[in-house]
């Protein structure tokens, strides 16, 4: 499985769950986007220096058809493409909610049309569900794979809203904001 060879390379962080269920596989958690630096004379690594957060990966045979997280910075999406894009299949599916924008755009970049929704808080899930039209409802009964290929299906038809860029135009849009955070209440 995908997310097993991941798991060996360290790539997995914060892990809500990994499971497989017949062709589909499906991951929550966030992905490490650069490893931590040998913290000790075991090998034990550091935290990951970058990650992107709350992900929602669905693959189908070893493919990623869906890709979903929250980067902090825009900059960061090439080292996306550098871990994760050889494992995209051909129609892969790819929304980002990113902190430092706040237009929608369709970005254009290693051959993928990548859509980034500016988002500074609020829960990535949440979000994702919202624009696949879909509610709780939808969702009875299902395994955490299910509701993964379920909210898949439901995107089949979405398109994404914003000025379709490149990377570099794209880079030029992006503001100084930073992720909402959240203390004790």
């Known amino acids: 499985m995908l997310f097993n060879t991941y798991e060996q390379k360290g790539l997995l962080f914060n892990m809500n769950f990994k499971e497989a269920e017949g062709n589909f596989a499906s991951y929550r958690g966030?992905?490490?986007?650069e490893l931590g630096e040998v913290g000790d004379a075991h090998g034990h690594l550091k935290p990951p220096v970058h990650t992107i957060k709350n992900t929602i990966v669905l693959a189908e045979n070893d493919k990623i058809k869906l890709y979903v997280g929250s980067l902090d910075e825009l900059s960061l999406l090439p080292k996306v493409l550098d871990y994760y894009q050889a494992d995209f299949a051909a129609d892969v599916r790819i929304l980002l909610f990113v902190v430092n924008i706040d237009k929608p755009l369709v970005v254009d970049v290693g051959g993928l049309s990548i859509a980034a929704i500016g988002m500074q808080e609020g829960l990535i899930?949440?979000?994702l569900i919202d624009i696949a039209a879909l509610d709780k409802g939808d969702f009875k009964g299902q395994s955490p794979t299910q509701k993964i290929v379920t909210v898949h299906k439901a995107l089949s038809d979405y398109k994404p809203k914003g000025d379709k860029v490149s990377f570099d135009e794209a880079?030029?849009?992006?503001v100084e904001l930073k992720r909402a955070g959240r203390g004790p209440v």
């Open 30 to 33: 966030d992905l490490v986007l």
């Open 125 to 127: 899930w949440n979000e």
């Open 171 to 174: 880079l030029k849009r992006t």
